[in-house]
């Protein structure tokens, strides 16, 4: 049973190893693979997804308030981590549910990547992700221009 867990979603098979680990119940683990990195192995799948939603995020917000420098490379960046992120669910569907909660700090982060690579100041952006998290993960999706900045 935990073999085929571990195959098919890893998230998951780290929380349950975990969680036998904790109760002490040794018949349950999988003692093959290293018992001590179970919980960082999971806390690695979901820092991943949260990663590659900030850049999402960050260039979405590029592509919105400088339209004039809009590039391929942005494009590119977008379709990529769309793609990485619709992987790492694939084959971690428990995290699912955490991508509401990841939004949130991915949208920070996000930010922060924005203002660095844009030198856009800070007051220009929403202090919350102004993208329903559908839109953020849907291919057909690049935000208009913000008409209502004049940018260099």
Same mark, same amino acid.
């Given at each position: 049973?935990?073999? +085929?867990?571990?195959? =098919?979603? @890893?998230?998951?098979? =780290?929380?349950?190893?975990?969680?036998?680990?904790?109760?002490?119940? &040794?018949?349950?683990?999988?003692?093959?693979?290293?018992?001590?990195?179970?919980?960082?192995?999971? $806390?690695?799948?979901?820092?991943?997804?949260?990663?590659? !939603? +900030?850049?999402?995020?960050?260039?979405? !917000?590029?592509?919105? @308030?400088?339209?004039?420098?809009?590039?391929? +490379?942005?494009?590119?960046?977008? $379709?990529?981590?769309?793609?990485?992120? $619709?992987?790492?669910?694939?084959?971690?569907?428990?995290?699912?549910?955490?991508?509401?909660?990841?939004?949130?700090?991915?949208?920070?982060?996000?930010?922060?990547?924005?203002?660095?690579? =844009?030198?856009?100041? &800070?007051?220009? &952006?929403?202090?919350?992700?102004?993208?329903?998290?559908?839109?953020?993960?849907?291919?057909? &999706?690049?935000?208009?221009?913000?008409?209502?900045?004049?940018?260099?």
């Amino acid at each position: 049973m935990h073999e +085929s867990l571990y195959e =098919t979603d @890893f998230y998951a098979w =780290t929380q349950v190893q975990a969680k036998a680990i904790r109760a002490r119940a &040794f018949e349950l683990v999988d003692i093959e693979n290293l018992v001590e990195e179970v919980e960082s192995l999971g $806390r690695r799948e979901k820092q991943q997804l949260e990663k590659r !939603l +900030s850049v999402l995020i960050g260039h979405l !917000l590029k592509w919105q @308030f400088q339209p004039q420098r809009r590039s391929n +490379s942005w494009l590119a960046t977008i $379709r990529e981590q769309r793609r990485k992120i $619709r992987r790492l669910l694939l084959e971690n569907p428990s995290l699912q549910p955490a991508m509401v909660e990841l939004e949130s700090e991915a949208y920070k982060d996000g930010l922060d990547l924005a203002v660095r690579e =844009t030198d856009l100041p &800070f007051e220009i &952006f929403s202090g919350v992700c102004p993208y329903a998290l559908e839109d953020v993960l849907d291919d057909a &999706f690049l935000p208009a221009d913000d008409s209502s900045q004049t940018l260099e």
